[in-house]
């Protein structure tokens, strides 16, 4: 991110200070709003929610699991041996690390939702990628930005905006040009959580991993 946000520095004092540069032709794309108009943009988005909410099921029946176990252990407490008790709450610690591990397994860095949105958009952002880079040489375009991403802009003259050109090259120019398509939202979990008054020597509960709600960027 670092080396990216440095080259368009970079790029953009070169713009500024070259003389040969400012006679360049350049304009911006939203990739996100084309994506947005794909039929198989919004298809994978629905499939990814889906695949979300199955493993949401499954982390929130682990949960139930662990609650059933705690509760169990605190009404035979009283009866247990030291031991016993030992064993009961080293069974509790072990469930909860499980939860946890299956967590981050599925919702983690590069998780297997990560990987699955790469899997399933990366074939339509490659189909983007393409129409912009076919629009650049139709239109004599030296460099392209991504409206939609890290680069910030603060003000864009509509008379460099290519994206109605790429939703042509792509056949889904319409009526409604550049109206902000609503992107597709995966939805998260909530971590599981130690059940009020667990003993001390059980770990506290698991943080919530960073999943990613955007598509990655260009491979």
Known sequence: MKALRYSLLVLTLVLLLAPAALAQKFGYVDSEFVMGKMPAYAQAQQELNTLSQNWQKDIE???????????????????????????????????????????NKIFGYEGQLFKKRQELTRPVQDQVFEAIEKVAKKKQLAIVFDKSGDLTMLYTNPVHDYTEFVLEELGLASSDRNQPAQPGATRTVTPPQTPAGSPDTEPSAPQAAPTRTRPSGRP
């Open 61 to 103: 029946a682990q949960k139930q699991d662990l609650d059933k176990m705690y509760r169990t252990y605190r009404a035979e407490e009283v009866l247990l041996t030291e031991a016993q008790k030992k064993k009961r709450q080293d069974e509790i610690t072990k469930k909860e690390q499980d939860v946890r591990a299956y967590q």
